[in-house]
């Protein structure tokens, strides 16, 4: 099992590895686009600005790579934080004059401030959450009761255009995406890298995935 | 709903870690690696390490050392000291530490805090403020509380949310290591003149200053160091009364 960890230049990958190393997988730190196809599965990480990664992103080529790696040849995907706001068709962060940010468009939404989505508390959304499957629960979240905190730390926030690709949500004032899943494409909104044992237990999941 | 976060705050200075009173009197209690083992361990809710020396001189943070302490942590990790250049921001980040805390480069140039948020998200900056009360007034300290920048509190925090500050840190240096209790008027104003996070740090003693810290000066998360290092409180029974308090805290997970 090699899990690929896309190193486009942002994110905190120290995090991201160490977990694997603890998961006893190895992982491969993918820094060019065409490396891609030697991993099993991919994790892409991301701390920071919207518009900044995407930049980054299209600096090394990564956006038509992902399309084909993930779209062409189902490679599955998780994307951590900034890493599944990127899976949207776009983001209002760091857009010039207001104008939305192209994202890669493997999950329909868009990403929208916290407080343009209608939340009056204190932005960012700093700390420890509970998070709520919705549905039938996805095999993301095996093993892990509902209403279990994790981490997060964001001002920005994911609205599918399909309920259904929204397996699970917290609550901070309105309730906010926590992972989104369409086909073998994750995303969560949380950290489960800086999650401790039960985000351990999510990045296990989808190595140990059905597809993966 | 979001938890209220208790922040074990390791200073370390050169070889170990180190705690004082009021800033000064530092007295040794340890060694890093094992401290965040621990707490780790203990499945803590955030970790905060700040180098207090590492403004004394002009070279980078020590980031082999930090990616020696990040590689046992799978909780959320704040690193300062010393932080000055926007390269720098990133190796730590590489290192392992999650957030990192500013304090003296942002007054020599506030425009740091905005060049962080713009390349890293504002939740990528803690913004910590050191304060003394100095004739009445609350008034902010530069290089560990060694010098005066004559930038009074509410302004200074209102500025650093404006440039995209993520959290405000903020402590009472008067308070540091007393453990007599947060300035629970200091913590209250910082948290009525920003929308971010507040995090209380200063001279928690016992668990009901943390009580009081969020229920009385609305405080996110408290940080402290003294009452874990010298006494046999502990984060988690800080979270437990917190809990008994009505205050929403995380409980661990067990598979």
Known sequence: M?????????????????????????????????????????????????ADCVRMLEAGHWREALKEEVLGYSRPLLGVCVGMQLLADSSTEGGANGASVPGLGFVPGHVKHLSALGCQLRVPHAGWNAVTGSGAADPLFREIPAETDFYFVHSYAFEAQDVSDVIATTNYGITVTAAVRRGHVWGTQFHPEKSSKAGLKVIKNFIEGPVC | MLKVRVIPTLLWKQFGLVKGVAFDSWRRVGPVLPAVKVYNQR????????????????????????????????????VGGGITKLDQVQRL???????????????ACPSFINDIADRHGAQCVVASVDVRLQDGAWMCFSHAGLQATGRDVIDWVRELEDRGAGEILITSIDRDGT???????????????????VIASGGAGNYQHMVDAVKEAGASAVAAASIFHFTEQTPAGAKMALSAAGLPVRQPFAI
């Open chain 2, 93 to 107: 980040l590489r290192a392992g530490a999650d957030k990192v805390a500013v304090n003296t480069a942002a007054y």
């Open chain 2, 179 to 197: 453990m007599q209790g947060y300035d629970l008027g200091l913590i209250e104003s910082v948290v009525k003149a920003v929308n971010i996070p």
């Open chain 2, 43 to 78: 499945e803590v809710d955030e970790l905060a390490l700040f180098d207090i020396v590492a403004h004394l001189s002009a070279d980078d943070p020590d980031f082999e050392s930090i990616a020696e302490f990040g590689q046992d942590c799978f909780v959320p990790l704040t």
């Open chain 1, 2 to 50: 090699k899990v690929g960890v896309i190193d486009y230049g942002v994110g905190n990958l120290g995090s991201v590895v160490r977990a694997l190393e603890v998961l006893r997988v190895t992982p491969v730190l993918v820094d060019r686009a065409s490396d891609m196809h030697a991993a099993d599965c991919l994790i892409l990480p991301g701390v920071g600005n919207f």
